[in-house]
């Protein structure tokens, strides 16, 4: 379909700006099996996911902990996963009394296990209240995924996490549309490495 002004084509405009995002995730595949695979691991070993972000990622943080803790898939195992987004009485009271940028960090302080595994969600990679977060999850041992927009920001400057996966796109509808597909595969494979024997074995932990 020609644009009336004859200039491009605005529909495939807006599909042709997901494909280069879409397209690195697929090359960057290595590295989601290898978070994938680590965190199997900890669910393996009786650990839980602890899922935050703010804004529209908190939703996502809700959506993936249900993900994995309800499976609509039948037949899939349901792994313990829980949302730091969910409970606004205690969002509204750290905030209250800790500060913003203390919602997460102090949350993971008492509900999470050296065992655990802690997934961030970022639009950028700046926002303070994730970075502390993750800095807070790594102090106690956690393994530590984020999924970060455009270049990863201060999260991937600062090394703060263990698994970094981009979506790299500075357009932060994008970015989510990339963070939905890459945490659902994100699922899918811990799944994969549930069904395969051995893998989860120390003798076989990258």
């Known amino acids: 379909m020609a644009c009336p002004s004859g200039g491009a ?72 996963a829980i949302s730091l987004t969910s409970d606004v009485a205690t969002l509204t009271g750290v905030a209250a009394t800790e500060g913003l940028a203390e919602i997460f960090a102090h949350q993971i302080r008492f509900l999470a296990e050296p065992t655990d595994i802690a997934l961030a969600l970022s639009l950028d990679g700046n926002c303070l209240s994730v970075l502390n977060g993750l800095d807070r999850a790594r102090s106690m041992g956690m393994l530590t995924v984020a ?11 600062r090394g703060a996490a263990d698994h970094v996966l981009l979506a790299r796109s500075h357009d932060p509808r994008i970015v989510k549309e990339v963070h939905v597909t890459t945490y659902h595969v994100l699922w899918e494979l811990v799944h994969v490495f549930f069904e395969q024997p051995g893998v989860l074995e120390p003798a076989v932990v990258s």
């Open 147 to 157: 999924l970060v927009g455009g270049d990863g920001g201060e999260i991937v400057v």
């Open 9 to 80: 084509d605005p529909v495939v405009a807006l599909f042709e700006r997901r494909t280069a995002p879409i397209a690195d995730l697929a090359d960057h595949a290595g590295d989601v099996a290898k978070a994938c695979h680590a965190m199997a691991v900890r669910f393996h070993r009786g650990g839980k996911l602890v899922v935050f972000g703010n804004g529209g990622q908190s939703t996502d943080a809700q959506h993936v902990a249900v993900e994995f803790v309800h499976p609509v898939i039948v037949g899939k195992r349901a792994l313990p």
